[in-house]
């Protein structure tokens, strides 16, 4: 007769298609049911942080909620990091861990349900006649309010015989919602009324905006208006008239653009929440310039913000655009008033820095030349981050990732790649990393290489440092000591796991991505681009960051 683990795998399975982890004590049986009696792949990875990752990485690149596992005590307590990032990104995903026996806590255990409460995520405990439902649950929970949850196995009923699989109702998916009330209404109509009198129309679109499909409504509503327009870095691409598009805002942005943001006179915001980031920590607009936001959280969430409808991006984009259907311009609409692909340039640097080694900007565009046009970026945290941002263009919002920034961790690249390879198949997954990062989480080079196979290439910036810390601390006179890396070799690594590593002196080391990507995937290796970037070039953003700091 099927376990109450069992009964958890196979009604897992019947909703979600990709699960990754460590397999040990706490969910052994579960692994076992998943495997002999379910089609859902599983992935081993070898870190439980890299679980958690790579269903978060699935996730955002497919749309599909996918599950992680873990055994209980020291492999769920692992977890723990990735969590709080997936709490804080709202990205659904169900981790399946082993738990106490219901009997009580045995020496080597945890009160996991307060350690997972206190990064944010809900935890659901199977019991041995409610495991199915249970199960189902925590899925509903978590695509409800877009939030990971925790599915905890108590050690003693894992094995325990539960009987023939009950049917079980699938999660319920909540419906996008609309505007609502009087007020809600008259705000749509003072909002289309401001975007008919703007002299200078702006739209600006995030993550939000893409989840909820609202792309051919919000360039419809571009054309209504005459707006320029812009993403969030979760959102770009969501607008699909890319000549009017002036990238991304904040500091990845260009100076032409972020210049030509702050002229607008109105502007309106879809699905993104935004953050400092964005906001260029409180100057992307200037004062006096008429801000509305839309978005599901239950009010604005900038102090910018004049006017707030709450709903879903595209219902709301689509009442806009009936609004403003009528609407005609006296002359040129602004758009068509400036050199968009002016105000998008970025530095192009040098070949090298003044200490001899790569300048990052340079890199960074020369890989950008060479890069398939079907690849999926998966970034890593840290200094480096600007430069996949700044140089890399991606097709859509869901072909540009970046794990670990809503919590502000580093060390979730390489798990990333493997959520991603599994999630989209037929893409290039390019991971953009530093030395740093690479290293905290180098145990699964092995599961990115493994997953990725020759559809998979990684580029390390790397500095030899800690280069936030450096530029920001250092600055201010502390020891520089303890944020330098002594230069590790990655392509020595790359070769010791079946890939191939490419130590990137010169641009002209580059070369080698150029024969990668004409080569058949399936004839190529993994490739590791380790480049020895100078630590004297400093991001855009992270100039910002010293500014404010300083």
Not at 193 to 218: H, I, T, V
Request: hydrophobic share 50%.
């Amino acid at each position: 007769m099927p376990s109450v683990s069992a009964h958890v795998a196979l009604t897992l399975a019947q909703h979600i298609d990709a699960v990754f982890g460590v397999m040990g004590n706490g969910n052994a049986y579960f692994l076992d049911a998943l495997e002999r009696e379910t089609t859902a792949g599983f992935t081993a990875v070898r870190h439980e942080q890299g679980a958690v990752v790579a269903a978060d990485a699935h996730y955002r690149a497919s749309g599909r909620v996918a599950a992680g596992t873990a055994t209980y005590g020291a492999g769920f307590t692992n977890t723990l990091t990735a969590l709080a990032e997936a709490v804080q990104a709202r990205v659904p995903l169900v981790l399946v861990v082993g738990d106490e026996p219901t009997s009580g806590p045995r020496p080597w255990d945890v009160d996991q349900i307060a350690l997972a409460s206190a990064v944010g995520a809900r935890t659901y405990t199977v019991g041995h006649a409610d495991a199915a439902a249970t199960t189902v649950i925590a899925i509903e929970h978590a695509l409800t309010y877009r939030v990971p949850v925790v599915l905890a196995i108590p050690y003693d009923v894992a094995s325990r015989e539960a009987g023939p699989v009950p049917d079980v109702p699938s999660p319920r998916v909540p419906s996008a919602p609309e505007p609502e009330g009087e007020f809600a209404e008259g705000m749509l109509d003072e909002i289309a009324a401001a975007l008919r009198d703007a002299k200078r129309p702006f739209l600006l679109a995030g993550r939000g905006a893409w989840l909820s499909g609202a792309g051919e409504a919000l360039g419809a509503l571009a054309d209504a208006t005459g707006a320029l327009t812009a993403s969030t870095a979760l959102g770009r691409g969501v607008f699909p008239a890319a000549e009017f598009d002036l990238g991304v805002t904040g500091g990845f942005g260009a100076d032409g653009a972020m210049s030509l943001v702050h002229d607008a006179d109105v502007v309106v915001v879809f699905g993104a929440s935004l953050n400092q980031f964005t906001m260029r920590f409180g100057e992307l607009f200037a004062p006096g310039t008429r801000v509305f936001q839309v978005d599901v959280a239950p009010a604005a969430t900038h102090a910018h913000v004049g006017g707030f409808v709450r709903g879903d991006a595209r219902v709301v984009a689509e009442a806009l655009v009936a609004r403003l259907s009528r609407t005609s311009f006296s002359g040129l609409p602004w758009r068509e008033t400036v050199d968009v692909a002016a105000a998008r340039a970025y530095d192009a640097g040098d070949e090298l820095a003044q200490d001899g080694r790569i300048d990052p900007r340079s890199a960074a565009r020369r890989i950008a030349e060479l890069l398939p046009e079907d690849r999926i970026v998966v970034s890593d945290g840290g200094h480096f981050i600007g430069w996949a941002n700044m140089y890399w263009p991606v097709a859509a919002p869901d072909r540009m990732m970046m794990v670990g920034t809503a919590f502000q961790a580093i060390g979730q690249g390489w798990p990333s790649v493997v959520g991603a390879a599994r999630a989209r198949p037929e893409s290039t997954i390019v991971l953009t990393t530093g030395d740093g990062g690479g290293l905290m989480a180098i145990a699964d080079l092995e599961s990115a290489v493994r997953a990725a196979g020759g559809r998979g290439c990684a580029v390390v910036w790397n500095d030899a440092a800690y280069g936030a810390e450096v530029h920001l601390y250092g600055r201010k006179g502390l020891a520089e000591e303890p944020m330098l890396i002594p230069e590790v070799d990655f392509a020595a690594f790359a070769a010791a796991v079946g890939a191939e590593g490419v130590a990137v002196r010169t641009l002209d080391d580059l070369d080698r991505l150029a024969s990668w990507v004409a080569q058949p995937a399936a004839e190529r290796p993994f490739l590791l681009l380790d480049l020895r970037i100078s630590p004297t070039v400093i991001a855009p953003y992270q100039q910002e960051v010293i500014r404010v700091n300083s």
